[in-house]
């Protein structure tokens, strides 16, 4: 038997075999086996892992062989195997994770809907929508102190560990802007609530 495969170069290198439709050669795994790369004419080089998912063996596509690196598809043989140890489908949990994500708002997506809603709405004490003036202010505050570093995170990750040290950092470079901003991430707060509730 062939030695498990433990070089990405090599497995990228690997050529059909015109003699059969497929063949399928060992991966060096974390877990010892189960991983493997499944070369195809049609469909190139995919990893693929073997897992028991109630009592039956079943083959999963973690990736293309092209575009996933050889530790990623390591790291998520591992994980399913961890999966169907614990008796789930790692399939079906990767899709439920895969549906979450597609659903999680971002910092920035929240922003975007709070300054929508902001720009649009008359101020309780003016009676009045704010200034287009205003409004860009808003909008070139987020981008030049938030954005960066808050801009990308899932709302439901973010929390005083991350909101302190970004607002220390902040107050050591611009000591007037900490009380501002805060103000617009308790809008957004708000903001996140209402979109749950």
Same mark, same amino acid.
């Given at each position: 038997m062939a030695k498990a495969l433990n070089n990405q170069d090599l497995?990228?290198?690997?050529?059909?075999?015109?003699? &059969?439709? @497929?063949?399928?050669?060992?991966?060096?795994s974390? %877990?010892?086996?189960?991983?493997?790369v499944k %070369?195809?004419?049609?469909?190139? =080089?995919?990893y693929v892992a073997r897992y028991t998912i109630k009592g039956k063996p079943v083959d999963v596509t973690l990736g293309n062989a092209m575009s996933m690196t050889l530790q990623e598809a390591k790291d998520k043989h591992l994980e399913?195997?961890?999966?169907?140890?614990?008796?789930?489908?790692?399939?079906?949990a990767w899709k439920a994770r895969v549906k979450s994500n597609? &659903?999680?708002?971002?910092?920035?997506?929240l922003f975007d809907e709070w300054l929508q809603f902001f720009s #649009? #709405?008359?101020? &309780? =004490?003016?009676?009045?929508?704010?200034?287009?003036? #205003?409004?860009r202010e808003h909008q070139a505050r987020w981008n030049r102190y938030c954005n960066?570093?808050?801009?990308?995170?899932?709302? =439901?990750?973010?929390? =005083?560990?991350?909101?302190?040290? @970004?607002l220390r950092k902040l107050a050591t470079t611009v000591p007037v802007e900490p009380p501002r901003v805060s103000?617009?991430?308790?809008?957004l707060s708000q903001a996140a609530t209402d979109m749950v509730a």
């Amino acid at each position: 038997m062939a030695k498990a495969l433990n070089n990405q170069d090599l497995i990228r290198k690997l050529k059909p075999n015109p003699l &059969q439709p @497929f063949y399928r050669r060992a991966v060096h795994s974390h %877990v010892g086996s189960g991983l493997y790369v499944k %070369v195809t004419a049609a469909a190139g =080089r995919k990893y693929v892992a073997r897992y028991t998912i109630k009592g039956k063996p079943v083959d999963v596509t973690l990736g293309n062989a092209m575009s996933m690196t050889l530790q990623e598809a390591k790291d998520k043989h591992l994980e399913g195997y961890n999966l169907a140890a614990e008796g789930l489908d790692p399939r079906r949990a990767w899709k439920a994770r895969v549906k979450s994500n597609e &659903q999680a708002t971002t910092m920035q997506s929240l922003f975007d809907e709070w300054l929508q809603f902001f720009s #649009t #709405t008359p101020s &309780q =004490r003016s009676k009045r929508i704010p200034a287009k003036k #205003t409004v860009r202010e808003h909008q070139a505050r987020w981008n030049r102190y938030c954005n960066a570093d808050l801009g990308p995170l899932l709302v =439901r990750d973010v929390n =005083r560990h991350i909101l302190v040290p @970004f607002l220390r950092k902040l107050a050591t470079t611009v000591p007037v802007e900490p009380p501002r901003v805060s103000r617009r991430l308790l809008c957004l707060s708000q903001a996140a609530t209402d979109m749950v509730a």
